[in-house]
């Protein structure tokens, strides 16, 4: 079987774009792969959480992960820092990543643009913290949205670059991975771009979204003023809520307002009902899970516990097989 490893950060609730982006394929792999699905709490301090914040996000991204459906038995969850061989590799990894290629990243330029104060070197070796998230596992499959193709490569070239160094053929080449044809790119409700964390609260549907929330988000959401002529190009913010439908309706749910628009007889209004009653039933089954599994602070601390003893027995041998590479001998 071959083994797949990713991970979300614990920075807040799960939305859509982590949903479909991600774990959604998570839940589907897991029947037909050696799995390991993280909660990485170790990236997420780049930004400097509370401790208080960063435990709650944490046990958000575990609550989640269990009511979307991965099931502990079949997969391996754990939180990252509860694995220390993952800095161990991270920082052996660090020797051979360059200031160059790090700072060409876009994720970092885009981080750089957004908060120039907090450029810190975490940030800087972000990339390189992810590829050892993979490579400790030895992993070929990593499923995850778009925007983190770009990282994939680099934990790639990582990897690459140690077997060239020791001269071994060590760490296999990690993909990104999605059932869809395509790595998915969730638009947000803000008419601009990617649904995210960090583009504010209205951007996003998150999965414990009540039903009232959903709609009135959606209701919100940037449109327009109509299509002005027939097969009419559709613009940015409109696209975008074409894109979710895709995602969250049928196949004819979508063609029917496709249709509806090309032929200029759309309502925004019917569209965006139409559109949240979907969202609200593709959530609902997580939304209820959530509030039920987020009660039993026992059983949470059972699936952690279980997690790390399995992610640290694999960690572990690669460890020891690495710093053999190395030459970290004992006498
Ligand atoms: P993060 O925490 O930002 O997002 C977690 C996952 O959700 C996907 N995603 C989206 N997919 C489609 N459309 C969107 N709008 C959208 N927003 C988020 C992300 O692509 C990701 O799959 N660096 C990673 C976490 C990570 C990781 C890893 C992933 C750390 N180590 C090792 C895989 C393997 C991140 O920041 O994801």
Redesign the pocket.
């Known amino acids: 079987k071959e083994t797949v490893?990713?991970?979300?950060?614990s920075?807040g609730k799960l939305?859509?774009?982590?949903y479909?982006?991600?774990?959604k394929n998570f839940v589907q792999m897991q029947s037909e792969y050696n799995c390991y699905f993280?909660i990485?709490d170790l990236?997420s301090l780049t930004t400097h959480p509370t401790p208080a914040d960063l435990h709650g996000n944490i046990k958000h991204v575990l609550v989640e992960y269990l009511a979307s459906g991965i099931d502990p038995e079949n997969s391996t969850i754990y939180i990252?820092s509860d694995v220390p061989e993952i800095a161990e590799l991270y920082l052996y990894l660090n020797m051979n990543a360059y200031m160059g290629e790090l700072e060409r990243s876009t994720?970092f330029k885009d981080k750089v643009r957004a908060n120039p104060d907090n450029v810190n070197a975490g940030l800087l070796t972000?990339p390189v913290?992810?590829a050892a998230?993979?490579l400790i596992h030895k992993a070929t499959k990593?499923?995850?949205?778009?925007?983190?193709e770009q990282?994939?490569e680099m934990?790639r070239t990582f990897g690459n670059r140690f077997n060239r160094l020791y001269n071994t053929e060590y760490f296999p080449e990690p993909y990104a991975f999605s059932y869809s044809d395509k790595?998915?790119?969730?638009?947000?409700l803000d008419g601009k771009g990617?649904?995210?964390?960090s583009e504010g609260e209205a951007n996003a549907v998150y999965l414990s979204d009540d039903p009232e929330t959903i709609r009135k988000k959606v209701m919100r959401a940037v449109s327009d003023g109509g299509p002005t002529e027939e097969n009419q190009p559709k613009p940015e913010p409109i696209q975008n809520l074409f894109d979710l439908m895709k995602v969250v309706s049928s196949v004819d749910t979508h063609a029917h307002f496709e249709e509806l628009y090309n032929k200029m007889q759309i309502r925004y209004g019917d569209f965006k009902k139409q559109l949240a009653e979907d969202m609200i039933i593709a959530t609902a089954p997580m939304r209820e899970r959530i509030q039920d599994i987020a009660k039993d602070d026992s059983y949470l601390r059972q699936v952690a516990k279980h997690g790390a003893l399995k992610a640290r027995e694999s960690a572990q041998k690669t460890i020891r097989e690495v710093r053999s590479l190395i030459g970290f001998k004992s006498f």
């Not at 490893?5 to 950060?9: D, F, K, M, N, Q």
């Not at 990617?194 to 964390?197: A, D, I, N, P, R």
């Open positions: 490893v990713s991970g979300i950060r920075t939305h859509l774009g982590n479909y982006g991600a774990v993280f990485a990236h990252q994720s972000y913290l992810m998230d993979i990593v499923p995850v949205g778009k925007d983190q990282h994939l934990a790595l998915v790119k969730v638009p947000g990617k649904m995210g964390k």
